[in-house]
């Protein structure tokens, strides 16, 4: 029996594979895997689906799960059918996420220097000057090359019309690249015909453009060393610091192994001291540096900072970018591109009321069960409401949060995602992905072609976060629209 | 000191210098890898020689295991968890227990969690082969190992070590990280070699009435199997096993890799380069530990050995080789313990 199901219901769903409105039922971008599909036998499929998650734990694409004595790994779970995208839809997605990171990082400059966008009130003051990740010690601090953002995963998803919207941007540690590149390394292992007929676009370039990006930082330098700055093995994202730094052959460091001298940052080796030029760095800003952030930290570099200030290494992400990915000054961010660009955003916002604003808190306190409902700063899918899938005790929990600290949450219309074929117990089904692809700030803005499509395995589930039952899918990227 | 110059400037171009942390975890990857395999070969040996003679009273066996666990150095540990020493308990003990450091299975554990931790400093193909033996470990337990025979599992482990020496061999770039492993191979090496000999001393002494006997000659079998040196034994002397040349070949031979002598050679090889020792009088303690303790395996006579005690020479020369563990860590790889950190590392958000 082939795996496709002819019983497969799209729903009232925008799903990616699947148009009644098309010829054969398939959008024309999918048709050759719908070809393909059609001759796989289950048993074929069930045997490549074993092989690849055999090879993603011998080679320990795992991330970590804690609480147990022997620090288990789980693989993210992978579904074996791909996410494409044709080069007309790709060419505004990337056209609108270079225009959006361009903004962000105009409105950073300007938030820790003239403040033009205050004054202009274009934002209110009190958002910034009262956000939590906002740095006051690094007011008038000029960044080197006048990068902020060098590393952003913004969060894409498509509503019923399958419109590309943007739900968060990630501007201080955004992961998942790691996954992006093994994903595709997967899939070239389980189907290694169906890529060179396809004409999909390599995303294995990552790797040498954020060491170019890196490299961006230490001008002058004849032979700059760069690191990659990881919060240490215990981390759930450790297998992807080592991984980005085995693609970009650069030292994995932790805290303990760098230290600081005259404002220069050094790695200490067996053979002595070895000066460090810029770190890519894993690190929250509050862990950086004890002596001017969290005391307490252990994973930091004492003197870090002052050695940042004093322009003698370059960090990427800078410190204070966390403050444009807030989810209250995420709702600015249509205003921002026009008011530093002059441009209409290419990509939208989904529609968010801020409870900050009074209207818009009456609507999202009289509205809360129709409405999702997101602190400021939480990730991972975390602090979150969906009001049409919560409880009435839920809802008004939440009710009681967002009016006890209104500049804390946002609320935002429910989008139903897309949905993509996935396999769930032995046949198709549909499932709701987003798309997180990343893009980099060197000598200028590039989006790696692909991305990392998250998929929400569980039934009717919008959460696609991997801590929260997500798995993920190959991204394609195709050099034509079909 | 000029603001833009490093005050202690490395040694060696930046290609080739390591992080003490990645010297630190090389050395005891290969270590750990290095263990599990002696201890897969220890018990296999021992497990075949109680097989070959059932006939030995059950009082005899509980000696003989006993012997084992006492050689190993873990007798007490041993003891506050198990009631009695037995084929069973003894091999959960070395191969399963997590509560023992030093069994296969923690030692596999730390090799791969040392491997984790410089992921990005070894081959792929050193990662897989150590994240593999772990994965196969996970799967197996003391009363499965007795179902499928012992053979394949320690099989195993031994192919497994094998594997991951010789990948090392063929993917690891000759550089100051690679002085690390051999050192820290032969360093354990020549530690179980000791071991290994000391098992039959202490088997020795209950039953010294049967010196030459059909029993006395299989334990020396056993203990040249241990170090899979039973064949290299017989070509080099084309003689029976007698129990001294059987020591001598163990502590002596100047060609075989587990021998004593030569895992002490490369030792001392491997530690002068990575101390930077060059001159003929030694500068650090270490070496000077190294050198004295070559200069004795080199000279010494197995009649010298067994006049002063072979127990009591397997004993000094394991000091010697913990001294000089400790003093290279103390000046290549010293690390203030932060074992807090872990809450900290896993507390970082990724979003």
């Not at chain 1, 055999?54 to 694409?61: E, I, K, S, W, Y």
Request: charged letters at 25%; a negative charge; glycine letters at 6%.
């Amino acid at each position: 029996m082939s795996i496709l199901n002819p019983h497969y219901d799209s729903g009232a769903f925008f799903d990616e594979m699947v148009a009644t409105s098309e010829p054969g039922g398939v959008r024309p971008h999918y048709h050759r895997l719908a070809e393909r599909l059609g001759r796989l036998e289950v048993d074929e499929f069930d045997r490549r689906r074993a092989a690849v998650d055999a090879a993603f734990l011998r080679r320990g694409v795992t991330f970590t799960v804690y609480n147990d004595a022997q620090g288990t790994e789980r693989i993210f779970p992978f579904d074996l059918i791909p996410r494409i995208i044709p080069d007309k839809e790709w060419r505004r997605i990337e056209a609108g996420l270079i225009q959006r990171l361009h903004a962000l990082n105009l409105f950073l400059d300007d938030v820790y220097h003239g403040q033009k966008c205050l004054k202009d009130k274009i934002v209110p003051p009190a958002l910034i000057l009262g956000a939590k990740h906002f740095r006051r010690e690094f007011m008038n601090f000029s960044v080197p090359r006048g990068i902020y953002v060098h590393i952003c995963g913004s969060d894409l998803i498509r509503d019923a019309q399958g419109n590309y919207l943007v739900l968060e941007d990630n501007l201080r540690c955004p992961s998942g690249a790691s996954y992006m590149i093994e994903n595709r390394a997967a899939m070239r292992r389980a189907f290694p015909n169906l890529f060179q007929s396809y004409g999909v676009r390599p995303v294995e370039g990552y790797g040498d453009d954020l060491l170019k990006a890196l490299l961006h930082l230490a001008p002058g330098k004849d032979k700059p060393s760069v690191v990659l700055l990881t919060p240490g093995v215990y981390n759930s994202a450790y297998f992807e610091h080592c991984f980005l730094a085995r693609q970009m052959g650069i030292p994995i460091v932790e805290g303990r192994d760098l230290v600081v001298r005259d404002a220069h940052v050094y790695m200490r080796t067996t053979a002595g001291l070895v000066p460090v030029d810029v770190i890519y760095r894993r690190i929250d800003d509050d862990f950086l540096d004890p002596t001017i952030f969290r005391p307490d930290s252990m994973l930091g570099v004492p003197g870090l900072v002052n050695a940042y200030r004093a322009g003698n290494v370059a960090l990427a992400n800078s410190i204070g970018t966390g403050i444009a990915d807030d989810k209250v000054i995420y709702a600015y961010v249509p205003k921002l591109i026009k008011y530093y660009l002059g441009e209409e955003p290419l990509l939208p916002n989904v529609n968010t009321y801020l409870a900050s604003e009074p209207l818009d808190r009456k609507f999202i306190l009289e509205n809360i069960e129709k409405l999702v409902v997101k602190s400021a700063n939480e990730a991972g899918g975390y602090g979150m409401l969906i009001g049409p899938h919560s409880s009435k005790e839920e809802c008004a929990k939440f009710r009681e949060m967002v009016a006890a600290n209104p500049r804390n949450f946002i609320g935002q219309d429910p989008i139903q995602l897309s949905r993509s074929p996935t396999w769930c117990d032995g046949h198709l089904e549909g499932r709701h992905i987003d798309l997180r692809p990343y893009i980099l700030y060197g000598e200028k803005i590039t989006v790696t072609p692909g991305g990392l499509t998250r998929v929400a395995l569980r039934k009717g589930s919008l959460v696609v976060n991997s801590s929260q039952g997500g798995g993920s899918k190959d991204t394609w990227v195709l050099h034509g629209d079909a | 000191m000029a603001a833009n110059k490093s005050p202690l400037p490395a040694s060696r171009p930046q290609a080739t210098t390591m992080l003490s942390r990645v010297a630190h975890s090389l050395y005891w990857m290969s270590r750990y890898i290095e263990r599990a395999e002696n201890t897969a070969r220890l018990l296999e040996v021992n497990l075949q020689f109680i097989a070959d003679f059932q006939a030995t009273a059950d009082a005899g066996q509980n000696q003989h295991w006993e012997s084992l666990i006492l050689s190993t150095g873990d007798e007490e540990l041993f003891e506050q968890h198990y009631e009695t020493a037995d084929s069973r308990t003894v091999t959960e003990f070395l191969a399963f227990d997590l509560k023992n450091p030093s069994s296969i299975l923690s030692c596999v554990y730390a090799a791969r969690e040392n491997a984790r931790m410089i992921r990005d400093q070894i081959s792929v193909e050193m990662w897989e082969a150590v994240n593999e033996l772990h994965l196969f470990l996970k799967t197996r337990s003391t009363s499965a190992v007795w179902k499928d025979g012992p053979n394949e599992f320690f099989g195993s482990i031994k192919q497994a070590s094998h594997l991951f020496q010789g990948l090392t061999a063929s993917t690891f770039s000759r550089s100051e990280g690679w002085e690390f492993i051999e050192f820290g191979k032969f360093l354990e090496r020549a530690d179980k070699t000791t071991r290994i000999l000391d098992v039959k001393y202490h088997i020795l002494l209950p039953s010294a009435t049967d010196v030459g006997g059909a029993i006395d000659t299989a334990q020396w079998q056993a203990v040249l199997r241990s170090a899979s040196a039973l064949e290299a034994y017989r070509r080099y002397y084309v003689r029976e096993i007698l129990a001294w040349k059987a020591a001598e070949f163990l502590i002596f031979s100047d060609s075989f890799p587990r021998s004593l002598h030569f895992c002490v050679a490369q030792v001392d090889d491997y530690l002068r380069r990575i101390l930077g020792e060059t001159g003929a009088r030694p500068r650090t303690e270490a070496a000077r530990v190294s050198r004295r303790l070559l200069a004795d395996l080199q000279s010494l006579s197995i009649t010298d050995v067994l006049e002063q005690g072979l127990h009591e020479f397997l004993e000094e020369t394991q000091a010697a080789l913990d001294t000089i563990s400790n003093e290279v860590a103390e000046t290549t790889m010293f690390y203030p313990a932060e074992s807090a950190i872990e809450e900290q590392q896993q507390q970082q958000q990724q979003s």
